[in-house]
């Protein structure tokens, strides 16, 4: 469930399933790990947004026992990616923990405040969040698929999530099709002993043909990726521009940029082993919306902000690495800032550049 249908009603029906008190109107993309025998610890609020790969932890060691404690997300609340939530701790309404931040033990975020760090101690006032002092901002949503609707969401997006998902099952029984076929010709031409099993000739079959016809639906799901970006998604545009997409997170723009994101992770899938750091990645990349100079070598498709992308000449980026233009700046709110990479930059290991972030000629991130 949580490779297939992140972020949509099958994921919450399927953690409720569990245990886990979570709003129908949360978005949870997907969890790094829970334990379905402590599920029923988690609570998860009214519009809160969970990124990619949060670690919920309820269980602690003390001495020789375990004990259980709740995790709670707020209302509105937002859970960046890979944050780690430990036993006891919780996020306040219109609260946000960063990437990759740990809240730790017992820690409670205040209400319309974040906490960035390992560990994470920082209580900034989110002002984006707030009108004057009191009170939580309400912006205007712009753009492309502005218009909020859970019920048009849900729909949306549980739809385009099943069309992914039945194009690559659809893809992978063409390709064990293939496979067959190839293995047939090859042993009509005798290309190897007329005493091996079959099983040794379908591995040496698709040793032959596979990883070409891996490629070939690969550049299929690539050619639809594409389609989709430009004809649902649109051209995104920073919070800063004359006219900048910025949505709430329960609009069908959000349910579109959440259905191309998955789209990506499938095209990376079939097409990453053969394809990655090459020409065919950067063409990806320029047909998707983002800038990319000559000689570069990405490792990976990535989400769906190419728009807001530019890489400079000869740029290398390893296939952990990550580029984040969209910020869940407000309380329900999506937006984006642009990133920029000079010439020559390199983005090793688990590395993540983040909204707004700018890189000079030759920077070098990570290990």
């Known amino acids: 469930v949580d490779g297939f249908f992140r972020s949509s009603l099958v994921q919450n029906a399927w953690l409720r399933a569990l245990g886990a008190d979570v709003a129908w109107s949360a978005n949870v993309a997907f969890f790094r790990d829970l334990r379905g025998s402590t599920a029923h610890l988690v609570a998860i609020g009214d519009d809160a947004f969970l990124a990619g790969m949060p670690l919920v932890c309820c269980t602690l060691r003390d001495g020789a026992f375990l004990t259980h404690r709740r995790v709670e997300v707020g209302p509105a609340a937002y859970v960046g990616f890979g944050t780690t939530l430990l036993p006891g701790s919780s996020v306040g309404r219109a609260a946000a923990a960063a990437d990759l931040a740990v809240v730790g033990i017992d820690q409670t975020i205040a209400p319309e405040t974040s906490l960035v ?3 994470g101690d920082s209580a900034r006032v989110l002002a984006y969040r707030r009108a004057g002092r009191r009170t939580v901002a309400a912006p205007s949503f712009r753009g492309r698929g502005a218009k909020r609707s859970l019920r048009g969401y849900h729909a949306a997006l549980s739809s385009m999530l099943l069309v992914v998902v039945l194009g690559e099952g659809l893809a992978l029984a063409v390709l064990c099709l293939l496979v067959d076929a190839a293995r047939t ?7 190897w002993g007329p005493t091996e099993s079959r099983a040794a000739s379908e591995l040496r079959a698709w040793a ?9 639906v690969g550049l299929a799901l690539a050619g639809f990726g594409v389609a989709q970006k430009t004809l649902c998604v649109g051209k995104l545009r920073p919070s800063d521009a004359k006219d900048p997409t910025v949505w ?3 609009s069908i723009g959000v349910a579109f940029w959440l259905a191309q994101f998955r789209t990506n992770l499938a095209i990376d899938g079939w097409l990453h082993g053969a394809c990655a750091g090459s020409a065919l990645y950067s063409a990806l990349w320029r047909a998707m919306g983002a800038t990319v100079g000559p000689d570069c070598r990405l490792g990976r498709i990535g989400p769906p902000d190419h728009d807001l992308l530019t ?3 000869r740029c290398h980026v390893e296939t952990a690495g990550s580029f984040y233009a969209h910020d869940f700046a407000g309380a329900g709110t999506l937006a984006f800032s642009p990133v920029v990479l000079g010439d020559d930059c390199s983005v090793r290991g688990v590395s993540a550049v983040l909204p707004g972030a700018s890189l000079a000629s030759g ?3 990570g290990p």
Do not use: F, I, M, N
């Open 248 to 250: 709430s997170t329960r």
């Open 117 to 119: 760090g390992l560990p």
């Open 208 to 216: 032959v043909v596979g990883p070409w016809l891996q490629v070939l």
């Open 311 to 313: 890489v400079g000449a």
């Open 363 to 365: 920077a070098v991130v």
């Open 185 to 191: 010709r090859l042993d009509d031409e005798r290309a």
